[in-house]
């Protein structure tokens, strides 16, 4: 069973504030990644970390911003939350080579207001 | 640039039948292939992981198969039952940053 784990899972929030959805994993895994996704449409990914003090913009812009200070963390912020934010961020991580399995944590359903 | 296709989009079969779910890619040049499971609203579950090496995978009543000279793979669900009505999603590994992900296959299995 994968360990890695969204916070908060559910967030209705007003425009203007500034939000961090956070990821914790404990299988060590060196790569940590940051999908959106609208419902029912494809996974687009917005920020990877490779370790600690790694990180790199995906292939969707996002005004969001990212952070690896430890192995375990992969917080994702939001400065100034807007009603074009609302989408569900999923966190992933991955350890290992090339030829490991993935591992996704339960997501965040963010709804800005 | 690798694409990755899932046919059908959405389907819809009655409790019992064996089902397959299709997942094709444009590039064979990948470590491996990832299937995955999303129910609604929910994260992502690892199903099965196929390696670039490796032409089938299996855990319980599912099998995976992986021709990567013609870049297909293919999800085998035996025995469908209700609660396996997701979204199956394929992904395939390049060996770069990054999982490219199939559109998804909607599977309903009717009581």
Redesign the interface.
């Known amino acids: 069973e994968?360990d890695i784990y969204?916070t908060p899972r559910y967030l209705v929030i007003g425009t203007g504030k500034k939000i961090t959805l956070e990821c914790s994993q404990t299988m060590g895994h060196d790569?940590m990644?940051w999908y959106q996704q609208d419902p029912g449409m494809?996974?687009h990914?917005i920020h990877?970390s490779?370790g600690v003090n790694s990180t790199?913009k995906?292939?969707l812009s996002s005004e969001s911003t990212v952070s690896r200070i430890r192995t375990e963390h992969f917080p994702l912020t939001l400065e100034s939350a807007r009603p074009s934010h609302t989408s569900?961020y999923?966190c992933?991580s991955r350890g290992g080579t090339?030829?490991?399995?993935?591992?996704?944590?339960?997501?965040t359903?963010l709804t800005v207001v | 640039k690798q694409e990755v296709t899932q046919i059908p989009a959405a389907l819809s079969v009655p409790e019992g039948e064996n089902l397959v779910l299709n997942c094709s890619f444009t590039d064979s040049a990948i470590y491996n292939l990832q299937w995955f499971r999303q129910d609604p609203g929910k994260g992502l579950t690892s199903l099965l992981l196929i390696q670039s090496s490796q032409r089938e995978q299996t855990s319980g009543r599912l099998n995976a198969s992986l021709d990567k000279s013609s870049g297909r793979s293919t999800l085998y669900i035996a025995a469908s039952q209700p609660g396996d009505s997701a979204t199956y999603l394929c992904a395939v590994h390049p060996g770069t940053y990054k999982y490219i992900f199939g559109t998804g296959t909607r599977l309903k299995v009717l009581a």
């Open positions: 994968a969204q790569k990644y494809e996974l990914l990877y490779y790199e995906g292939d569900q999923l992933a090339a030829n490991t399995e993935a591992f996704f944590g339960q997501g359903r």
